[in-house]
């Protein structure tokens, strides 16, 4: 035997660099649908976000309308709620103030003191509700695009560019900090 190899040494050779390859396409495979699937929970919790955004707008509205706080309280409310309602562009930094604007007036609102209709008290049930929704959707966002950026950031990642040309998923943040719950 000088220096040559036999017909077995090959093949083990052979089926281990195989084994090594499989393994490796089989990682790069997973990681890559996996990266696909983060990035579609990332659209999804944005558009679940949207949804409860609009909808506590829409509620901010209807307290601002029909729960007979006092007018200059109804008039910031329904101006801060209708501005959130006009923007267009999903994720502007003009939408995230006008977000942040309306919590800002929530908190400041003083609810009715006086004795409240059950309509009146369902309808600011229905506010403090759409805002927790919004807190959680947020935090539900937040965390998939931690979750999608943190498997683009892998190394080999990167360099295979398996993200392809999906854009960089970004949080979103602004003052969601109401109504407490309780």
Same mark, same amino acid.
């Given at each position: 035997?000088?220096?040559?190899?036999?017909?077995?040494?090959?093949?083990?050779?052979?089926?281990?660099?195989?084994?090594?390859?499989?393994?490796?396409?089989?990682?790069?495979?997973?990681?890559?649908?996996?990266?696909?699937?983060?990035?579609?929970?990332?659209?999804?919790?944005?558009?679940?976000?949207? +949804?409860?955004?609009?909808?506590? +707008?829409?509620?901010? *509205?209807?307290?601002?309308?029909?729960?007979?706080?006092?007018?200059? =309280?109804?008039?910031? *409310?329904?101006?801060?709620?209708?501005?959130?309602?006009? @923007?267009?562009?999903?994720? =502007?930094?003009?939408? /995230?103030?006008?977000? =942040?604007? /309306?919590?800002?007036?929530?908190?400041?609102?003083?609810?009715?003191?006086?004795?409240?209709?059950?309509?009146?008290?369902?309808?600011?049930?229905?506010?403090?509700?759409?805002?927790?929704?919004?807190?959680?959707?947020?935090?539900? @966002?937040?965390? =998939?695009? @931690?979750?999608?950026?943190?498997?683009?950031?892998?190394?080999?990642?990167?360099?295979?560019?398996? +993200?392809?040309?999906?854009?960089?998923?970004?949080?979103?943040?602004?003052?969601?900090?109401?109504?407490?719950?309780?």
């Amino acid at each position: 035997m000088n220096g040559t190899w036999r017909v077995g040494e090959i093949v083990v050779v052979i089926a281990v660099i195989l084994a090594v390859l499989l393994a490796l396409g089989w990682y790069l495979s997973y990681t890559a649908v996996r990266l696909d699937r983060l990035h579609h929970r990332v659209k999804g919790t944005a558009a679940a976000l949207d +949804a409860q955004l609009v909808r506590r +707008a829409e509620a901010a *509205l209807e307290v601002a309308y029909l729960a007979g706080i006092d007018p200059a =309280s109804a008039t910031l *409310l329904a101006t801060s709620a209708g501005r959130v309602l006009d @923007h267009e562009e999903a994720w =502007s930094q003009e939408r /995230l103030d006008a977000e =942040s604007e /309306l919590t800002e007036v929530l908190r400041a609102t003083q609810e009715p003191e006086a004795a409240q209709s059950a309509e009146v008290e369902e309808l600011i049930e229905r506010l403090r509700g759409t805002g927790e929704r919004v807190q959680l959707a947020r935090r539900f @966002h937040n965390e =998939s695009v @931690h979750e999608a950026r943190d498997v683009r950031g892998q190394r080999l990642v990167r360099f295979l560019h398996l +993200a392809g040309r999906a854009k960089v998923p970004l949080p979103i943040n602004f003052d969601d900090d109401w109504p407490n719950a309780g």
